[in-house]
Each structure stands twice: as structure tokens, then as C-alpha cells.
């Protein structure tokens, strides 16, 4: 809740705490963050500070309480960021508290990142008013099979949507047995599939 992230080596031994590490990132609460799944060293944040923040945890640097990650880059959105979410080609997507869903794109060499530079593009990739809340998160098909990267979100009107990274809206899910806000939403990692998880207590699936 205070801004920070936490790293623990599980190769430590349990009876201590010499493999845990607590870094200082954020201001304000960090309200999600995600690993590159290609270059897990990677890490972006979002914070209740409006901020997207890339950070490197090969370069950390500092003594005690102030040790900390090298900072890549960062982005500020007009209001607090809920999560950030990688895919495999090294894009972002970003949820945040002004209705908005927004793709970083580093490319896939990440030298945009490693080098301080925010390769950021369409800005408003879906501007949606009302229908997202900012507890909903943008999750990535890790492996999609037409190599077309896409995402799914929940919408507050009982949807899950469904965009690719180009912030085009691919296909708008939902039926009549989804009664409530589907607030957790997933793709299967290599198949079109999304389950979606409803605010009712059902778990909704699509194939």
C-alpha cells in the first residue's frame, strides 16, 4: 500500500530472510505490475501516482532502505494507472482511472527501453467512458496463434472486450447467463479462448 515492491530469492534457505529484498518505488500504492515474460528482469509498475514506470532489476543500486532498480523510462497518465501487463513482444498495456486503456510499444529489440526511451504510441487506444473501471486489467495472450497480440478486459456494461494492440476492438464477449461485471478476465496462453471471472460468483468461458 506504501509504493512498494517486493523481490525474494527462493533459493534462500526459509529459516531466514536473507533472500527477500523490499524496494521503494512509488510514492503512492502500487496498484499492479508485471515481468516481461521474454527478459523477466524487465518490471513495470503502475501506481496510484498517475505513473507507468519501467525498471531494470539487474542494476540495482543504493544503500538500505534506499536501494533501488535503474529507472528505464516512465509515462504519466492524467489519472492513477491500475496495472500494466507485458506481452511477448515487448508492449505494455495500461489501465488507468480516466477510462483508458494505452499500448507502449518498445519493440522487440528493447533497446527503446534499456536506452531511458518510452516508445509510446496511440495514446487513446480506447477511450471508453463509463464502461471501465479501474479495477478492470488488461491481460495479453502470451502465445497468440495467428501472432496477431491481443488482449482482454472486462467492461463495467457485463463484457469482456477483446483488442489488439493496434487498439483495434476484435470482438465484444458476453451472453445471457452474464449477469455481472466479468471483473477478472484471461486468455488461454495458445488458443483463442478468454474465462472471465463475475463479480456473481460464476466463471465464464468462451471458445
Known sequence: MNGSLGRHDTRAPTDNTGGTELYQLSEKKIGGFSLHPQHPHLV???????????????????????????????????????????????????????????????????????????????????????FVAHSLRPQWQLQPPDSIHKLCIGNMNRFVDVYSAKGEQLAQLGGDGVTAVPAVAHFHPSVDWVAGGTADGKLCLWM
Open 44 to 130: 513495470a509498475t503502475a501506481s496510484l501516482d498517475r505513473m507507468l514506470k519501467i525498471w531494470d532489476l539487474r542494476k540495482v543500486s543504493g544503500r538500505g532502505e534506499g536501494r533501488v532498480p535503474a529507472l528505464l523510462g516512465e509515462h504519466e497518465s492524467r489519472l492513477s494507472v491500475s496495472h500494466a501487463a507485458w506481452n511477448m513482444a515487448g508492449q505494455v498495456a495500461t489501465a488507468s482511472y480516466d477510462d483508458t486503456i494505452k499500448v507502449h510499444d518498445f519493440g522487440a529489440g528493447l533497446r527503446g527501453v534499456e536506452n531511458g526511451q518510452m516508445g509510446y504510441h496511440n495514446k487513446n487506444a480506447h477511450e471508453r467512458s463509463r
